[in-house]
């Protein structure tokens, strides 16, 4: 049973950093393809970027060179590091993952509780 748990989030203010991390207790972590959504209040959820079956990164346009995924498979461990936060990234950040043959279909994956990410001017 897939089951994530995200933390690292918090305030800061415009040009800081963060880095979230997503702890992925299932058995079986190495083969689901992961990534961060994000959602804002009154805005829909947004995938921000995710890690395919083969570890290639995709990234949103709005966070290209600013945001960078990777993985720890020997800590079953997902992150998003955050460089140069801007106060449009404010929102709750949630962490996904499924099966690699559902890769292209993330957000109907397995989701963690969320950490807020709260980025003042």
């Known amino acids: 049973q897939v089951q994530l748990v995200e933390s690292g989030g918090g305030s800061v203010q415009s040009g800081g950093s963060l880095r979230l991390s997503c702890v992925n207790s299932?058995?079986?972590?190495?083969?689901?393809?992961m990534g961060w959504f994000r959602q804002a209040p009154g805005k829909e959820r947004e995938e921000v970027a995710s890690l395919d079956s083969d570890g290639n990164p995709k990234y949103a346009d709005s966070v290209k060179g600013r945001f960078t995924i990777s993985r720890d498979n020997d800590k079953a461990t997902l992150y998003l590091s955050m460089n140069n936060l801007k106060p449009e990234d404010t929102a709750m950040y949630y962490c996904?993952?499924?099966?690699?043959?559902?890769?292209?279909?993330?957000?109907?994956?397995?989701w963690g509780q969320g950490t807020q990410v709260t980025v003042s001017s």
């Open positions: 299932g058995p079986t972590y190495k083969r689901y393809c």
């Open positions: 996904a993952a499924i099966e690699p043959i559902f890769c292209n279909d993330l957000i109907r994956g397995y």
